[in-house]
Structure formats: C-alpha cells, structure tokens
C-alpha cells in the first residue's frame, strides 16, 4: 500500500464523499490534524494565507478535524466546517471527523505513522 492508495471521507455540501488521495498525486500535500477550541487554533488563518499564496503553485492543505486531544474539535462536521469559513475564511479541502492514534485511527494516519516512527502527539501536526 502506498498514500495515493488510501481514500478518505470529504466533507462537501454537508456530506461525506469518499475520495482517494490519488487525486492529489503530483501535488505538495500539508495533511494536518486540526480543532476548534485549541490554542492553536487561530493557525487556520495562516494555513488560508499559505494556501491562498501557494495553491496555484501545486500546495493542497487537507484538514483533518480530531477530537482526541482534550476534547478539543466538538461539535459536528458540519459546525466545524461552518466555523472555519465564517472565521477563518477557510477554502482548502476539509474532511471528516477522524482519529489519528490508537486502534481507531484513520487509515492515512496509521500508514503516515509508519514513515515516521510514532504517534500525533497533539493538535495541528502538520505532514508535509
């Protein structure tokens, strides 16, 4: 298995559609796990302008919102997602809710950690 094998669930008019990361191969992908009520939140700011400098360029930002971590992405999909736009003007892909640690994790998390020895250890890891 390799990454572009792996699909996973986008949040698109306020559905889930499965999508395969192969659709973002030749492209630089930012993978990050994200929530709404962090400290580290306002980074979805800096992640919109990086992504609005560099999109064109071949930059794909894929956000993974996850509740692991204290709790910190509450709310549904769609909440989460109203959120980041009324906000931070986010545009960059959303997708579903996920975990990245433990035996639930995700499966794009579970081959990610095999590149790199170890676990997310908090919000907003980012994944070049």
């Known amino acids: 298995m390799n990454l572009y ?66 709790f910190q992405a509450p709310g549904s999909e769609d909440k989460i997602v109203d959120f980041c736009h009324s906000r931070y003007g986010v545009t960059f892909d959303q997708f579903a809710k996920i975990k990245v640690n433990g035996s639930k994790a995700e499966p794009l998390y579970k081959y990610l950690k095999t590149q790199k020895e170890g676990s997310i250890k908090w919000n907003f890891t980012k994944i070049l």
Do not use: W
């Open 5 to 70: 094998d792996i699909k996973v669930a986008k949040r698109e008019n306020r559905q889930d559609i499965e999508v395969s990361l192969n659709e973002f191969q030749g492209k630089v992908m930012l993978i990050v796990n994200t929530a709404t009520a962090c400290g580290f939140t306002p980074q979805y700011s800096e992640l919109q302008d990086m992504y609005e400098e560099l999109h064109e360029k071949g930059l794909e930002i894929l956000d993974f919102p996850c509740n692991q971590f204290l």
